[in-house]
């Protein structure tokens, strides 16, 4: 329990004395508010609350903690008669953390004394938040989420990453439940888990629970916050950078605890090339990013996806993979923000900065400013597979500069480029509706940044490729000596060999997660595909910008834990 070490305790119906009496506090503390507490209790309660309140510890002293689950234990037995509330009128209930939330200490560290919780809690969370995100807003939720729960509730990813987090939580969860602990194995059971980042950090967090193979993996709630927020504005969560107040918080805890859950696909990356005679052809982050954060990185020697004489790379991804033009626009725009993160305060200025560099790019006229080998045709050989088992090329029109497989329906800041083909279109293509849940991804090209802008009208959309299992590159030698990939909103700049002729990326299923949404889901399950809200308008007719020429013959560590692994189906022989 987090409370405050200024403590004031009435005790009602009981033989102490009725008068209140105040408790001092260490220099440190100062300016704590000071809390109200109101318990009906028995007699024999009310003797043992003096000596347990008689001397203020904080939360880092040894023997308040012992003694704070005792305090919480008396003060809940009547919960439907507590009120709490701050002296100089505090709202109800202010001093205590939100007991539907709570998980006591010895959960998280097994030489913790454990607690004797009143009530288990209904929606036990786990909070992860990237400090760094959106300005100052990371911090300031971190504060308010402290506040407002057990503090050990609450992770800065800058401090911790959530790999060790959770890989320490589910072995004391196992040792607790073979002692019997019944608190422990409900939290386990009714976990629910929040990060609050960019499409990263959620990417991040996302790859790390699919490593762990839980039999019952948490769902995941998603705080927009920072630059695109595609993952929450998907389910439901909105895309503006939240409130960071108490009453804010108090609003999405709720949220969370009444939102459905719902499985998404995960996906599967996997490049390889032949050792470069000279050089690196490690990915480039767009200058530093920590080791974790990385979108994109090499395997070890001791993984089984490692060969010999080749560099092998393997990443993860929920939301999209994209190379070209939009991967780099997005490279410049993560470098500049990271020489000047003053500039960039707020999404508007963000969102403009990203026009701005599309622009100076010359990607609104790149018939004239880029050469044909920055098309998508030209780099690379595009192979896919819409029925288990059988490869087919598909046709890249020589004008798509950009590529993008999209497994969610929302793109650069809740653009969805995919949008709702009419019903002759789907039939003549054999289209089937975008589930985030089918197996299958949607390929969308770009041709500039034009084209992009189209996703703005009502039934905008990019060129429409093909719904496809897997999805397979192979890069023409010597085509180009670097291009940019994303995943997920992380842009890295990809080196070339160009005298290998066996460069491959090939995007696989593997499996699916768990997600949280909420009535503003605009996601559709294929097992409830009428629950959530449309994406979209249906196409009407042929305003789109594709053209039917153009389909004669066709239809981290950022999102990829170190375990990520490939499955067992796919034919390494492939990747060689």
Request: charge should be neutral.
């Given at each position: 329990l987090s409370i405050h070490p200024f403590i004031l305790i009435r005790t009602v119906g009981s033989g102490l004395d009725a008068s209140s009496t105040k408790l001092s506090s260490s220099p440190s503390v100062l300016g704590a508010p000071l809390w109200v507490a109101k318990a009906p209790v028995g007699k024999r309660d009310a003797d043992r609350l003096p000596d347990l309140v008689l001397h203020a510890f904080s939360d880092s002293n040894r023997r308040w903690r012992q003694n704070r689950a005792e305090v919480l234990r008396l003060l809940l037995r009547s919960p439907e008669n507590l009120s709490l509330g701050m002296e100089g009128g505090g709202s109800p209930k202010e001093g205590l953390p939100l007991r539907d939330f709570y998980i006591p200490d010895y959960i998280f560290t097994p030489e913790s004394e454990k607690e004797d919780v009143p009530e288990k809690p209904t929606c036990p969370v786990i909070v992860f938040i990237n400090s760094k995100s959106g300005g100052q807003l990371g911090g300031d939720l971190i504060k308010t989420y402290r506040e407002l729960l057990n503090r050990v509730q609450v992770f800065d990813l800058g401090e911790e990453a959530p790999d060790k987090v959770l890989h320490r939580l589910y072995a004391n969860f196992e040792k607790l439940k073979s002692d019997g602990d019944r608190l422990a194995a409900h939290i386990e059971r009714t976990l629910r888990l929040i990060v609050a980042g960019g499409d990263g950090t959620a990417g991040w967090l996302l790859g790390v629970v699919c490593d762990l193979k839980l039999a019952q993996p948490p769902p995941i709630a998603t705080v927009p916050l920072g630059t695109g927020n595609n993952l929450p504005f998907s389910f439901g969560w909105g895309k503006k950078n939240p409130g960071t107040n108490r009453q804010s918080v108090k609003c999405f805890l709720d949220q969370v605890k009444k939102a459905k859950e719902m499985q998404i696909d995960s996906w599967h990356i996997v490049m390889r090339m032949r050792d470069p005679k000279e050089g690196t052809c490690d990915p480039i982050a767009p200058l530093e990013l920590p080791h974790s954060l990385h979108a994109f990185h090499r395997v070890s020697r001791s993984d089984s996806l490692n060969m010999e004489g080749y560099h092998t790379f393997r990443g993860g991804f929920w939301n999209y993979f994209s190379m070209g033009m939009d991967a780099q626009v997005s490279y410049a725009?993560?470098?500049?923000?990271?020489?000047?993160?003053?500039?960039?305060?707020?999404?508007?200025?963000?969102?403009?900065?990203?026009?701005?560099?599309?622009?100076?790019?010359?990607?609104?006229?790149?018939?004239?400013?880029?050469?044909?080998?920055?098309?998508?045709?030209?780099?690379?050989?595009?192979?896919?597979?819409?029925?288990?088992?059988?490869?087919?090329?598909?046709?890249?029109?020589?004008?798509?500069?950009?590529?993008?497989?999209?497994?969610?329906?929302?793109?650069?800041?809740?653009?969805?480029?995919?949008?709702?083909?009419?019903?002759?279109?789907?039939?003549?293509?054999?289209?089937?509706?975008?589930?985030?849940?089918?197996?299958?991804?949607?390929?969308?090209?770009?041709?500039?940044?034009?084209?992009?802008?189209?996703?703005?009208?009502?039934?905008?959309?990019?060129?429409?490729?093909?719904?496809?299992?897997?999805?397979?590159?192979?890069?023409?030698?010597?085509?180009?000596?670097?291009?940019?990939?994303?995943?997920?909103?992380?842009?890295?700049?990809?080196?070339?060999?160009?005298?290998?002729?066996?460069?491959?990326?090939?995007?696989?299923?593997?499996?699916?997660?768990?997600?949280?949404?909420?009535?503003?889901?605009?996601?559709?399950?294929?097992?409830?595909?009428?629950?959530?809200?449309?994406?979209?308008?249906?196409?009407?007719?042929?305003?789109?910008?594709?053209?039917?020429?153009?389909?004669?013959?066709?239809?981290?560590?950022?999102?990829?834990?170190?375990?990520?692994?490939?499955?067992?189906?796919?034919?390494?022989?492939?990747?060689?």
């Open positions: 725009f993560h470098s500049e923000r990271k020489l000047h993160p003053e500039k960039f305060k707020n999404q508007i200025i963000n969102q403009t900065t990203y026009a701005k560099l599309g622009a100076t790019q010359g990607w609104f006229f790149a018939s004239l400013f880029h050469p044909s080998s920055r098309n998508i045709a030209q780099l690379a050989n595009v192979k896919i597979m819409r029925r288990l088992g059988h490869w087919e090329d598909l046709r890249i029109p020589r004008s798509i500069r950009s590529i993008v497989c999209l497994n969610l329906p929302s793109f650069s800041g809740g653009l969805n480029p995919w949008g709702t083909p009419n019903q002759k279109k789907a039939r003549d293509r054999d289209l089937t509706p975008p589930y985030v849940d089918d197996g299958l991804l949607e390929v969308v090209g770009f041709r500039d940044a034009w084209h992009g802008l189209v996703l703005l009208a009502p039934n905008g959309h990019g060129t429409r490729l093909a719904q496809a299992r897997r999805i397979r590159f192979e890069f023409h030698k010597g085509a180009a000596d670097h291009t940019f990939m994303r995943i997920d909103g992380e842009p890295w700049k990809q080196p070339l060999p160009v005298d290998d002729d066996t460069v491959v990326v090939e995007i696989s299923h593997l499996g699916q997660v768990k997600m949280l949404a909420t009535h503003n889901c605009i996601s559709k399950s294929i097992d409830d595909p009428s629950t959530p809200s449309s994406a979209g308008h249906h196409d009407d007719g042929d305003s789109s910008p594709e053209s039917e020429d153009e389909w004669e013959g066709g239809r981290r560590k950022f999102g990829a834990a170190e375990t990520f692994k490939i499955p067992e189906d796919t034919d390494i022989a492939h990747l060689s």
